[in-house]
């Protein structure tokens, strides 16, 4: 009796329920900030109901997409009240200043390669709303620059609220990170248990480090978990740190799908790929973020490409021996 077939479904079904899991813990725990595009939104908006989150275009900017400042200014905070400004700070350096005082800085800002330093990081800051004359307000001031990367870097989306409101976003998070690296790590060991204890089963192994991946990519992304677990770490570091593991989800997963179907996969989609994410990783690693940065499009898109065709690939094999 040919068993492969149940062996995909069941596949099938088991990625399912994990990506409902992951699905449902996001969901379960997302803040309910609303997204403000503009600054006359966000001057309207009542800040003791809830937070929002600021998006790039509601600041008023000059300068080029390399070097530029970034102004708002909110007329409608509470004198005396704790507001914080929390989320990734712009790529690949930035200043942020309330009324004049710097509150946060990580790299250091300039106007050429020379003069600034990359740095890059998730912050959380607070400061207490002061009393303005009518007609004006706190002004928020953030300066970016970005020499270091082919695109030049952007600057993020921010949470912006009332102190207790971006504290419960904050807790919120940290707790969906937690819960889904737990799970995820759950896993590695649990398929890495059954690889070493019983014999010719290299698909478990292949698909614990697949999940690996999947928590390192967590702890590298969501708040920057990694900067707090390796303090001191290197921006580029952490930059090639995420393509790498980017890479090795589609490495692992081509090397689980292969040994579930005994090699029966297509060999030379098997090997172009794994040849192409092998030669792009040593690419990586030989160049500076400035350079291979500016292929990062192309390698998305032959990512997805590489999985469309493993897709179409397995699903023609699972015919086959039908």
Same mark, same amino acid.
């Given at each position: 009796?040919?068993?492969?077939?149940?062996?995909?479904?069941?596949?099938?079904?088991?990625?399912?329920?994990?990506?409902?899991?992951?699905?449902?813990?996001?969901?379960?725990?997302?803040?309910?900030?609303?997204?403000?595009?503009?600054?006359?939104?966000?001057?309207?908006?009542?800040?003791?109901?809830?937070?929002?989150?600021?998006?790039?275009?509601?600041?008023?900017?000059?300068?080029?997409?390399?070097?530029?400042?970034?102004?708002?200014?909110?007329?409608? $905070?509470?004198?005396?009240? @704790?507001? +914080?400004? %929390?989320?990734?700070?712009?790529?690949?350096?930035?200043? !942020?200043?309330?009324? /004049?005082?710097?509150?946060?800085?990580?790299?250091?800002?300039?106007?050429?390669?020379?003069?600034?330093?990359?740095?890059?990081?998730?912050?959380?800051?607070?400061?207490?709303?002061?009393?303005?004359?009518?007609?004006?307000?706190?002004?928020?001031?953030?300066?970016?620059?970005?020499?270091?990367?082919?695109?030049?870097?952007?600057?993020?989306?921010?949470?912006?609220?009332?102190?207790?409101?971006?504290?419960?976003?904050?807790?919120?998070?940290?707790?969906?990170?937690?819960?889904?690296?737990?799970?995820?790590?759950?896993?590695?060991?649990?398929?890495?248990?059954?690889?070493?204890?019983?014999?010719?089963?290299?698909?478990?192994?292949?698909?614990?480090?697949?999940?690996?991946?999947?928590?390192?990519?967590?702890?590298?992304?969501?708040?920057? $978990?990694?900067?707090?677990? @390796?303090? +001191?770490? %290197?921006?580029?570091?952490?930059?090639?740190?995420?393509? !790498?593991?980017?890479? /090795?989800?589609?490495?692992?997963?081509?090397?689980?799908?292969?040994?579930?179907?005994?090699?029966?996969?297509?060999?030379?989609?098997?090997?172009?790929?794994?040849?192409?994410?092998?030669?792009?990783?040593?690419?990586?690693?030989?160049?500076?973020?400035?350079?291979?940065?500016?292929?990062?499009?192309?390698?998305?898109?032959?990512?997805?490409?590489?999985?469309?065709?493993?897709?179409?690939?397995?699903?023609?094999?699972?015919?086959?021996?039908?």
């Amino acid at each position: 009796m040919n068993t492969t077939p149940n062996r995909l479904t069941s596949i099938f079904l088991y990625l399912l329920t994990v990506a409902v899991v992951f699905a449902a813990v996001v969901f379960l725990t997302r803040s309910e900030a609303e997204y403000i595009n503009n600054p006359a939104d966000l001057n309207r908006f009542d800040f003791s109901q809830g937070a929002v989150i600021i998006s790039p275009n509601a600041f008023e900017s000059e300068g080029t997409y390399r070097h530029a400042f970034y102004r708002i200014t909110l007329t409608n $905070l509470t004198p005396g009240k @704790i507001y +914080g400004i %929390s989320g990734y700070s712009a790529t690949h350096a930035m200043r !942020l200043w309330v009324d /004049g005082v710097l509150l946060y800085e990580i790299g250091s800002p300039g106007d050429s390669y020379d003069t600034m330093t990359a740095g890059t990081g998730y912050f959380t800051v607070y400061f207490t709303a002061g009393a303005h004359e009518i007609g004006t307000g706190t002004e928020i001031v953030i300066e970016r620059s970005g020499f270091v990367l082919a695109h030049g870097g952007r600057l993020n989306s921010l949470y912006f609220g009332e102190q207790h409101h971006i504290t419960a976003i904050q807790v919120l998070s940290y707790v969906r990170v937690s819960f889904l690296v737990g799970i995820t790590i759950m896993a590695v060991l649990f398929n890495l248990g059954i690889f070493l204890f019983f014999k010719n089963q290299v698909r478990f192994l292949w698909f614990a480090l697949y999940c690996l991946m999947i928590a390192l990519r967590t702890i590298g992304i969501d708040n920057r $978990l990694i900067t707090t677990l @390796i303090p +001191g770490m %290197s921006w580029e570091f952490d930059y090639l740190f995420a393509y !790498l593991v980017t890479s /090795g989800f589609t490495v692992f997963i081509i090397l689980f799908f292969n040994a579930m179907f005994f090699e029966g996969l297509n060999k030379w989609l098997v090997r172009i790929s794994l040849g192409f994410l092998g030669i792009h990783a040593v690419f990586m690693l030989v160049t500076s973020p400035a350079v291979y940065s500016a292929f990062n499009t192309p390698y998305n898109i032959i990512q997805v490409v590489i999985t469309v065709s493993f897709l179409v690939n397995t699903r023609q094999s699972t015919l086959w021996l039908y």
